[in-house]
């Protein structure tokens, strides 16, 4: 099979993540079909997209026609068979527990035809674990988004201990053709690139305000006024490149001798503190002291990370 093939996709699991990897590959010229369990999950999918199209249409990143035409390229089921007998890549979108994820991929494998691609959106199970199962574990992958996926470009792909080259490539090749921007892991292992940068940051970040260095509210700030607007647009290793007159080597150099007086007093704790209630009060003073135009609860904040997130893609050429 080649890329062009790919012309229409099952997405098993229609929640978060579930119908916005619907919305994107819609985006994207695929027919989708999502599959979820009972007819009010499958409102609830639809639900979702209407809001996720209405903020891309709000922010005039497409008109009220596309968002027609984008709506109409996905169809909603409660069958399995319905949702992926005619399709050529299964996106699984479900809870994330072994067993469900095994149940989903043999249910699904009954009407599958033998040469689609089965990849999983897991967070944090082994592809290889999963497809253990499979009849034929040779097609598939992990491809973790993050969320929202319709928002931000990135997929993480993992090979299982059976997964083909071919079949590595050609999934590359189709998240590369509906706009994500592919990293292939040369191994596999837990939280894959991104969940685990992310956790290393976040482990100091706790243990800068439990040692009583910072309040929550400063971390966050020191996040997202300083390192986080110049991550959103290059990386860290590019970072070193430009930030030292003497390029990459240079900052190194500097690093070595700021970095060296840092390390030891990071944090190095292996397990996650068991009482957040302290944390907890400190995020919801910060909630209340946002500016009312990110605003002070949930929604009002995801719906301001999404029509920020809009304007950054923009920037990027991806809207
Ligand atoms: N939410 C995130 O930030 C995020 C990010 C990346 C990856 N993921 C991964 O994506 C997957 C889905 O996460 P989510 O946040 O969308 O969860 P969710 O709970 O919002 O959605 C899961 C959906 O699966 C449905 N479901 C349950 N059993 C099913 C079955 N047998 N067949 C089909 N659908 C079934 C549920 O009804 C629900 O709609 C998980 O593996 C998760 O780890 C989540």
Redesign the pocket.
Known sequence: MQVSDIKKVAC?????????WAIQFAMHGMEVVI????DE?LQ??MDQMHKSLDTLEEAKAITSQRKAEILAAVKLTTS?EEAVKDVQLVQ?????RLD??Q??LK?AEQFLAPDAIYA??????SITDIASVAAHPERCVGA??????HLIPLVELTRGEKTTQETVDLVYAFYQSVGKEAVLLKKECPGFISNRLQLALYREMVDLVQRGVCSVKDADKALVYGPGLRWAFLGHFMLMEIGNAKGFMGMMNMLQANGNAMLPGMANWTTLPEDWSDFNEGVQEELASLPDWVGHNAAQCVAYRDQALIEVLKLHKKL
Do not use: A, F
Not at 92 to 96: A, L, Q, V
């Open positions: 098993l699991g229609g929640g978060i993540i579930g119908s916005s599959r979820d369990i009972n999950q609830k999918s399995v699984e979108n479900g809870p994330e469900v994820k149940s989903i249910e999983s959106s897991t967070s944090g199970l973790h988004p993050y969320n929202p996926p």
